[in-house]
């Protein structure tokens, strides 16, 4: 059947089509809404039936419903988008990308560790990227939380905005970019900003906190073995981070990528790199993430069945400059929203970051000094300025 198979083109062409383009304009000119339309074919009445499930079914997952959970961007913002043009987006996307594939089961092998580990110290050296399986976090701890997530950010926005709706700390909920002068500044997105800190108080209200302190838990160990194994490959000792990364010093993001009807004005989250050590990522099938290496933007193939590292700004001070701390964004989509958890591997702001090697790229500073240079070039700029600002 002609609609049918439009449904089913659907579903490969969100793999890998940019997500500044519609997608509608791929599935031979139908959108979602025409093909709940009887007009568009004559058939009979359990035929149409049919044909709308699976529409249903194809979209309900990432497209949100009509309600007003989703943050007031276009209005609040008003002043930015007024007069203004598409987003500069440095180069074009050459095109899709896999990143290296890494089984962390061989780490238990003899006769495959070593290579594992290299392949690790490889990925991060070249990427700063890679993704990884058999990594002990269980599949069904990672659908309970998205669950959660999804009913969390279905909240009514001014709920989300005015009412505590979990006991963590009243500034968890944000959307938006406070700070931004200009679009390329702004981030179409809502996020639970969520210290680890917290995650062990007494629970009133969601079961999300008791998913968030199982999640966390898994989490800190993975990290753990993956920092072992990164220092390992730098001559170092793992130790370091580990004493001074501990669970209450991370912290978890929840994010929702609303659906953009201007995608070519606006990011999903602006280009940026992570200002901690390691960050762990759980995102779903729809397409997004995009990173920049060789000056040229890549999108990243979701994998929904892996998780995404990436190093992060401190972990390349530290390794003085081997392992890379790469730019990336997220393109907003006009039609699906997104998901995506990212747990990030954070010091005490005393812990004082070293290069590995001496003398080194970057000056010796601590993790609270670095903080408060972003967080002071974000107001006075309007983007972070990152470890330029520390070259030795």
């Known amino acids: 059947?002609?609609?049918?198979?439009?449904?089913?083109?659907?579903?490969?062409?969100?793999?890998?089509?940019?997500?500044?383009?519609?997608?509608?304009?791929?599935?031979?000119g139908y959108s979602f809404g025409e093909l709940k339309e009887a007009k568009l074919v004559s058939l009979g009445r359990?035929?149409?039936?049919?044909?709308?499930?699976?529409?249903?079914?194809?979209?309900?997952?990432?497209?949100?419903?009509?309600?007003?959970?989703?943050?007031?961007?276009?209005?609040?913002?008003?002043?930015?988008?007024?007069?203004?043009?598409?987003?500069?987006?440095?180069?074009?996307?050459?095109?899709?990308c896999d990143l290296p594939l890494i089984d962390l089961s061989r780490l238990n092998d003899v006769l495959e560790a070593a290579q594992c580990k290299q392949d690790i110290v490889t990925a991060a050296s070249e990427w700063g990227f890679f993704q990884i399986v058999s990594?002990?976090?269980?599949?069904?701890?990672?659908?309970?939380?998205?669950?959660?997530?999804?009913?969390?950010?279905?909240?009514?926005?001014?709920?989300?905005?005015?009412?505590?709706?979990l006991d963590f700390d009243d500034d968890s909920y944000r959307w938006g970019t406070p700070t931004a002068t200009s679009l390329?500044?702004?981030s179409w997105s809502e996020a639970y900003h969520i210290p680890l800190s917290s995650s062990n108080k007494p629970a009133t209200s969601s079961t999300i906190r008791?998913?968030?302190?199982?999640?966390?838990?898994?989490?800190?160990?993975?990290?753990?073995?993956?920092?072992?194994?990164?220092?390992?490959?730098l001559g170092r000792d793992g130790t370091?981070?580990?004493?001074?990364?501990?669970?209450?010093?991370?912290?978890?993001r929840l994010n929702r990528y609303p659906p953009c009807p201007i995608p070519a004005q606006v990011f999903g989250l602006v280009p940026h790199t992570d200002s901690d050590f390691l960050t762990i990522l759980c995102q779903d099938e729809v397409i997004g993430l995009q990173l920049k290496k060789g000056?040229?933007?890549?999108?990243?193939?979701?994998?929904?069945?892996?998780?995404?590292?990436?190093?992060?700004?401190?972990?390349?001070?530290?390794?003085?400059?081997?392992?890379?701390s790469v730019e990336h964004r997220v393109m907003s989509n006009p039609h699906l929203e997104r998901f995506s958890v990212a747990y990030f591997m954070c010091p005490s702001n005393e812990t004082v970051i070293e290069s590995s090697a001496q003398p080194g790229t970057y000056r010796k500073f601590s993790f609270g000094e670095y903080r408060q240079q972003v967080q002071q070039d974000v107001r006075r700029m309007g983007h972070k300025v990152g470890l330029t600002r520390f070259l030795a």
């Open 240 to 252: 370091y981070m580990k004493e001074n990364c501990t669970r209450n010093m991370c912290y978890l």
């Open 46 to 96: 359990m035929e149409v039936l049919g044909i709308v499930s699976e529409a249903r079914e194809l979209s309900q997952a990432h497209t949100a419903p009509v309600m007003d959970h989703s943050p007031p961007f276009l209005a609040t913002y008003k002043s930015l988008f007024d007069g203004q043009q598409a987003i500069d987006t440095d180069t074009e996307v050459v095109e899709c």
């Open 295 to 324: 000056g040229r933007w890549f999108t990243v193939r979701p994998n929904p069945n892996t998780l995404v590292i990436n190093i992060g700004d401190l972990f390349q001070a530290w390794s003085n400059g081997l392992y890379k």
């Open 135 to 165: 990594h002990g976090i269980p599949d069904g701890l990672l659908a309970r939380l998205r669950e959660e997530q999804v009913q969390m950010f279905r909240q009514p926005f001014k709920q989300k905005t005015s009412e505590k709706l």
């Open 1 to 28: 059947m002609k609609v049918l198979g439009i449904v089913s083109e659907a579903r490969d062409l969100n793999q890998c089509i940019p997500a500044t383009q519609s997608i509608s304009k791929h599935i031979k």
């Open 210 to 233: 008791c998913v968030i302190e199982e999640l966390s838990l898994a989490m800190t160990q993975l990290a753990n073995q993956l920092v072992d194994t990164l220092a390992e490959g």
């Open 184 to 186: 390329k500044h702004l």
